[in-house]
Structures are given as C-alpha cells and as structure tokens.
T-cell receptor, first 112, second 115 residues
C-alpha cells in the first residue's frame, strides 16, 4: 500500500515568508508525528496528533510554528515569518499501533 | 528522561562482512522499546527492526539482528553480509510511551560499505 507522502519535497523561501508543509499519513493510521532534522540539533520531535485528541505541541520551538490535522488524516505544518535557523528537513511519520512509526521522504526547507 | 547514545559517528565495512552499530539507552521505564531506522542519502527514514524490553529473544529481520543486552543497556544493530546499498545513516530510537510514543533518537552512525 501507499506509504507516508510529503509535499513539497524541497522548498526554498526568503526570510520572513510563511511556509506550509503537508503530510499524508498511511491510510488508517491514527497517530501522526512531525520531526525536524537539522545539522546542529539532530532529530527533534515537534508535534503529535492522535485521533481526535488535543495534539501534543510540546516540541514546537516557537509560536511561529503551528500544525493542524484535518479529518484525522492530512496534516499541515505551518511556519510563519521563517528564519534561517528554520532551515532543516521536516519529517512526518504515522503509526497505527502506537509502536512502529513509518516515515515519509521529508521536506527539505531552505530559508535564504 | 530517556536518552539514546550512539558513539560511532562513522563506520566502514567491507562488502559481504558483518558490522555492528552501537546503541546504548538510558530509561527509568520498566517497559520500553528500541527501534533502528536507516536513512539513505535520499532522506527517508526506513524502519529496520524493533526490540521490546520484555521480548525474550533478540529480534531478527533478514540480515538485521539486534544484540539486546539489558544489563548493559545496549541494543546494538548487527548487519550481516553487508551490501553496497547498506551505506546510509543509521539511527537508534526509543519511544516515550506516556507521551504518545514520540521517538527520542540517537545522533546516528554513518555506515560506508566498501566494494
């Protein structure tokens, strides 16, 4: 079956612009996670959605970052007023059993 | 708090030989799990193998096996008969179960397989 998909695969933006990153989880997976991978910080958890429960936003680095998940499926991560330190690979993962997370190919964000 | 440590930034192995990638963990939870993921240059994180703390046997998946030693708090990945396509970054991770299973990752090990 189809895996986790993410779009765009690459995004170049100017400092101060807003960006939206999209994640399509594996069909039927109730849990969805966003992570960020950067050279200096490694892999960091950002936010977690489980069904209709309130999301765990504990990993979001600032209030410029937000995410939503519509209809329990597709998720959008929004970064407002991007900064150069936001440059990273943003990875989305989904899980059905609360155990194994399956990742998408990531979105490479470059803020100039 | 959970912590994963991978002390080998880079490793080389000859094609067809076996290689062990180290991972040590620190957790106070009585029940925990360890994952290994592979990240090739394309960037996607590929699930390889999982070991639960209560599993009696070491996990195996094809050429991958997990050398799980609870007393040493280590969960090393063993890749047998290395192939050129095994060249990639490898990450060890553990979920925080009371926080939705979010993963805590180690720093990763870059494996290079020589022909």
């Amino acid at each position: 079956g189809a895996g986790v998909s993410q779009s765009p695969s690459n995004k170049v933006t100017e400092k101060g612009k807003d960006v939206e990153l999209r994640c399509d989880p594996i069909s039927g997976h109730t849990a969805l996670y966003w992570y960020r991978q950067s050279l200096g910080q490694g892999l960091e958890f950002l936010i977690y959605f489980q069904g209709n429960s309130a999301p765990d936003k504990s990993g979001l680095p600032s209030d410029r970052f937000s995410a939503e998940r519509t209809g329990g499926s597709v998720s959008t991560l929004t970064i407002q007023r991007t900064q150069q330190e936001d440059s990273a690979v943003y990875l989305c993962a989904s899980s059905s059993d609360g155990e194994t997370q399956y990742f998408g190919p990531g979105t490479r964000l470059l803020v100039l | 708090a959970q912590k994963i440590t991978q002390t080998q930034p880079g490793m080389f192995v000859q094609e067809k030989e076996a290689v062990t990638l180290d991972c040590t963990y620190d957790t106070s939870d009585p029940s925990y799990g360890l994952f290994w993921y592979k990240q090739p240059s394309s960037g996607e994180m590929i699930f390889l193998i999982y070991q639960g703390s209560y599993d009696q046997q070491n996990a195996t998946e094809g050429r991958y096996s997990l050398n799980f030693q609870k007393a040493r708090k280590s969960a090393n990945l063993v890749i047998s008969a290395s192939q050129l396509g095994d060249s990639a970054m490898y990450f060890c991770a553990t979920p925080i179960y009371n926080q939705g299973g979010k993963l805590i990752f180690g720093q990763g090990t870059e494996l290079s397989v020589k022909p």
